[in-house]
């Protein structure tokens, strides 16, 4: 009973953290297809918050570009469930990064100026570090439709290279 | 018919000719598919022409650190014709892991 206890509580700390954990079966495609779109709206949403907030510059510009590529990346994926008939299906990963996403947005409301524009750059850099991890050791290996592997693979340059944007904001508000 | 032979010396002032002609600029094409630039290295002289066609669904830039920047919109294309000689590198912005290359011949 004590070592489920252990278990179950040391489950609930890696939800938390790293909502990809819990991810231990092989995602399906419909599921896959619902972890990437809600990830690229879960971005938006913090950058709609981003343009709200900040005043600067760098981060401004770096908020418009995570909604204009993420919204494109999503016009793209529903163009691509609606071709192959796959309904997205919500899943605990899903749930888990919007469940993630909706605290770092609680936290970084409370927050103004400098110390958001750092907290909401961090966060974007550790995000898009987490996603990526995610697409290309979990949902690029298990989709099985070769044009949802291809939009993913596509994806993936996208957010590695927002990752590196976002690095190089970060070394700027140092 | 006897008006269509060109007598080779006719054929040989029209080769002097050619050959006196300042090289023409060209235009050289680079596409942007799925955030690569291709062909990531070109070789041009000044006065050519680059023509960035994107292909992809999102806005990307070709940036020269300290100097140029194009834009190019989704399913667009832009050009920029190269004013001085050496070789540069450039990269998207927006997307840092795509990168190019130009040498520009005098």
Same mark, same amino acid.
């Given at each position: 009973?004590?070592?489920?206890?252990?278990?179950?509580?040391?489950?609930?700390?890696?939800?938390?953290?790293?909502?990809?954990?819990?991810?231990?079966?092989?995602?399906?495609?419909?599921?896959?297809?619902?972890?990437?779109?809600?990830?690229?709206?879960?971005?938006?949403?913090?950058?709609?918050?981003?343009?709200?907030?900040?005043?600067?510059?760098?981060?401004?510009?770096?908020?418009?570009?995570?909604?204009?590529?993420?919204?494109?990346?999503?016009?793209?994926?529903?163009?691509?469930?609606?071709?192959?008939?796959?309904?997205?299906?919500?899943?605990?990963?899903?749930?888990?990064?919007?469940?993630?996403?909706?605290?770092?947005?609680?936290?970084?409301?409370?927050?103004?100026?400098?110390?958001?524009?750092?907290?909401?750059?961090?966060?974007?850099?550790?995000?898009?570090?987490?996603?990526?991890?995610?697409?290309?050791?979990?949902?690029?290996?298990?989709?099985?439709?070769?044009?949802?592997?291809?939009?993913?693979?596509?994806?993936?340059?996208?957010?590695?290279?927002?990752?590196?944007?976002?690095?190089?904001?970060?070394?700027?508000?140092? | 018919?006897?008006?269509?032979?060109?007598?080779? !010396?006719?054929?040989?002032?029209?080769?002097?000719?050619?050959?006196?002609?300042?090289?023409?600029?060209?235009?050289?094409?680079?596409?942007?598919?799925?955030?690569?630039?291709?062909?990531?290295?070109?070789?041009?002289?000044?006065?050519?022409?680059?023509?960035?066609?994107?292909?992809?669904?999102?806005?990307?830039?070709?940036?020269?650190?300290?100097?140029?920047?194009?834009?190019?919109?989704?399913?667009?294309?832009?050009?920029?014709?190269?004013?001085?000689?050496?070789?540069?590198?450039?990269?998207?912005?927006?997307?840092?892991?795509?990168?190019? !290359?130009?040498?520009?011949?005098?």
């Amino acid at each position: 009973m004590f070592i489920q206890c252990k278990s179950a509580l040391a489950a609930l700390i890696l939800v938390g953290a790293m909502p990809f954990a819990q991810a231990a079966d092989k995602p399906t495609d419909p599921q896959i297809a619902h972890i990437a779109y809600t990830a690229g709206t879960l971005d938006i949403e913090a950058a709609k918050q981003a343009l709200k907030k900040s005043k600067n510059k760098d981060v401004l510009a770096f908020a418009h570009d995570m909604v204009r590529d993420h919204e494109a990346v999503n016009v793209q994926a529903l163009d691509l469930v609606k071709k192959l008939k796959v309904t997205p299906e919500d899943n605990a990963t899903s749930q888990a990064l919007t469940k993630a996403a909706a605290e770092e947005r609680a936290k970084l409301a409370k927050l103004k100026g400098a110390a958001f524009d750092k907290a909401y750059v961090d966060n974007e850099v550790a995000y898009h570090k987490q996603v990526n991890g995610a697409l290309e050791t979990l949902l690029i290996p298990s989709a099985s439709n070769t044009e949802l592997k291809g939009l993913l693979e596509t994806g993936l340059k996208i957010f590695e290279g927002h990752e590196q944007h976002a690095e190089h904001v970060a070394s700027m508000l140092k | 018919m006897r008006a269509m032979v060109l007598s080779p !010396h006719l054929g040989l002032s029209l080769a002097l000719v050619v050959m006196a002609t300042p090289v023409k600029a060209e235009t050289i094409q680079v596409t942007i598919d799925k955030l690569v630039f291709s062909p990531a290295s070109v070789e041009a002289k000044v006065g050519d022409t680059i023509k960035w066609v994107n292909k992809d669904a999102f806005a990307h830039t070709a940036t020269v650190k300290n100097g140029w920047e194009v834009m190019i919109p989704p399913k667009k294309s832009a050009s920029l014709t190269l004013k001085a000689a050496g070789t540069v590198d450039y990269f998207c912005r927006f997307h840092p892991n795509m990168t190019g !290359h130009i040498a520009v011949a005098p």
